[in-house]
């Protein structure tokens, strides 16, 4: 079946520094990928999200990059603070398809004072 | 705050003992979701409903049952559990089915 795969599974960066994440999906009909950030003892968060007819998308530190033809797609972290500390998740799935949303299985970042 | 609120946060519960959990939006969305979260492992939709209506059961056990009696209110009914169902499970909302979900903060199960 469709799966997503997330690396690395866990991430430690010097406060201040550029964390990256990167995720690969099988299903080639994804056409919206949101990341989420959970934090302890929370839900899910949804931090950013970018759709297939775009390759890009900057919210302040946060970034996230698509590559479909690879079907491949990042999110950037820049100035790390220790408050980015926490797992996140990034998602695949078909806009026209409910049951069709695969979270990847996280990764824990740790950013270090 | 996310708006999405879950009742117990912590539960403890043996195989023969029956619980629900409880989900309520105060965000006006009209579909709602429960996840499985276990250790390691991605979030499984367990079930999804849109305007009260169930619209997909992801061959889930039917030791879980849900109920929706309104767009705010969600409910997991649990019975004759299994020790491997221990998890986190977070209950989400959103406009629509295909629009960005709002998760609680979940309700932490322990079976014995």
């Known amino acids: 079946g469709e799966n997503v795969e997330q690396h690395p599974s866990t991430l430690s960066v010097q406060e201040g520094d550029s964390a990256v994440i990167k995720c690969t999906y099988s299903?080639?009909?994804?056409?919206?990928f949101p990341w989420y950030k959970q934090e302890l003892g929370k839900g899910p968060q949804l931090i950013i999200d970018?759709?297939?007819?775009?390759g890009e998308k900057k919210d302040q530190r946060i970034a996230v990059t698509l590559n479909k033809t690879a079907k491949h797609f990042s999110l950037h972290i820049t100035e790390t603070q220790p408050e980015d500390s926490a797992v996140y998740f990034c998602?695949?799935?078909?806009?026209?398809?409910?049951?069709?949303?695969?979270f990847g299985p996280g990764t824990s970042l740790s950013v270090i004072p | 705050e996310t708006g999405v609120t879950q009742t117990p946060r912590h539960l403890v519960m043996g195989m023969t003992n029956k619980k629900s959990l409880k989900c309520e939006q105060h965000?006006?969305?009209?579909?709602m979701y429960w996840y499985k979260q276990s250790a390691k492992k991605p979030l499984e939709l367990m079930f999804v409903?849109?305007?009260?209506?169930?619209?997909e059961n992801n061959s889930v056990p039917s030791r879980f049952s849900p109920e929706c009696p309104n767009s705010s209110h969600l409910f997991l009914h649990l019975h004759t559990l299994q020790p491997e169902d221990s998890a986190l499970y977070l209950c989400?909302?959103?406009?629509?089915?295909?629009?960005?979900?709002?998760f609680g903060p979940g309700t932490r199960l322990l079976v014995l």
């Open positions: 989400a909302s959103s406009q629509d089915v295909l629009k960005t979900q709002y």
């Open positions: 970018i759709r297939s007819n775009v």
């Open positions: 409903y849109s305007l009260e209506e169930r619209v």
């Open positions: 998602a695949a799935s078909r806009e026209t398809s409910y049951d069709k949303v695969i």
């Open positions: 965000l006006g969305h009209n579909a």
């Open positions: 299903d080639s009909a994804s056409n919206y």
